[in-house]
């Protein structure tokens, strides 16, 4: 069993910046891919970023490409979701979530485990 909790998220102005953060307990975080999702109200749960078990391969959507970054630190158990230049479109609740799989897994049910989200809202 792999628990996660996310934090960093908040209230920014556009043009702003954020670091969420996602912190496994319970086992290594090494084995897992882990996305980072996120579902703005009355809209369905879409992946943002993702990043690969092993060599950590990373994969955006198109709508954050070169604005968010994914990394991840196996040390300590934590990914990490660097949101720059954020839009008022990017409000939303980000969540994060694993999974022993392979590949780009965009559908939230190929995950796993998943955090209890974090509420990130950017002002116009």
């Known amino acids: 069993q792999v628990h996660l909790v996310e934090s960093g998220g908040g209230l920014v102005q556009a043009g702003g910046s954020l670091r969420l953060s996602c912190a496994a307990s319970?086992?290594?975080?090494?084995?897992?891919?882990v996305g980072w999702f996120r579902q703005a109200p009355g809209k369905e749960r879409d992946l943002v970023a993702r990043?690969?078990?092993?060599?950590?391969?990373?994969h955006y959507a198109d709508s954050v490409k070169g604005r968010f970054t994914i990394s991840r630190d196996n040390a300590k158990n934590t990914v990490y979701l660097q949101m720059n230049t954020l839009k008022p479109e990017d409000t939303a609740v980000y969540y994060c979530a694993a999974t022993t799989k392979a590949g780009i897994l965009r559908a939230p049910d190929m995950y796993d485990y998943w955090g209890q989200g974090t509420q990130v809202t950017v002002s116009s």
């Open positions: 319970g086992r290594p975080f090494i084995p897992y891919a």
């Open positions: 990043v690969s078990k092993g060599v950590g391969m990373t």
